[in-house]
């Protein structure tokens, strides 16, 4: 099936993509390869430092030179690095759940057997 873009869609997601691309040739990451999203992942605040800039270049679209599509493109990749940490915490979650099930299952064995944990 052959979709016919209407807002062109497929030129914009291409444009996105060339964007992101090019961050990571630019000065964000250090030699390392790390950059501010790594230190934030470590402190365990990236879904809120993604939040603020979604935020903070949404309130700047239009003020700091004009309609910018730049802005808007630091908006989508913001987004997409939330939406990126939203996957990792809903695994997280579900690894959580299945550990809460198997430790229920080993319990619920141990008092099966009569083995008491001590």
């Not at 869609?9 to 961050?23: L, M, P, W």
């Not at 996957?87 to 229920?104: S, V």
Request: a negative charge; charged letters at 30%.
């Amino acid at each position: 099936m052959t979709i016919t873009y209407k807002r062109n869609e497929d030129k914009i997601i291409k444009g996105i993509q060339a964007y992101v691309d090019a961050t990571y040739t630019q000065h964000y990451a250090g030699a390392s390869g790390r950059d501010v999203v790594d230190d934030w992942e470590d402190c365990g605040i990236a879904k809120e430092a993604f939040q603020s800039n979604i935020i903070k270049y949404a309130k700047r679209f239009g003020k700091k030179d004009g309609d910018n599509p730049k802005d808007v493109m630091k908006i989508i990749h913001y987004c997409i690095f939330l939406l990126n940490q939203l996957e990792i915490q809903a695994a997280k979650d579900q690894e959580m759940i299945m550990d809460i099930n198997m430790e229920g299952k080993i319990q619920a064995e141990m008092i099966r057997t009569g083995f008491k944990d001590e």
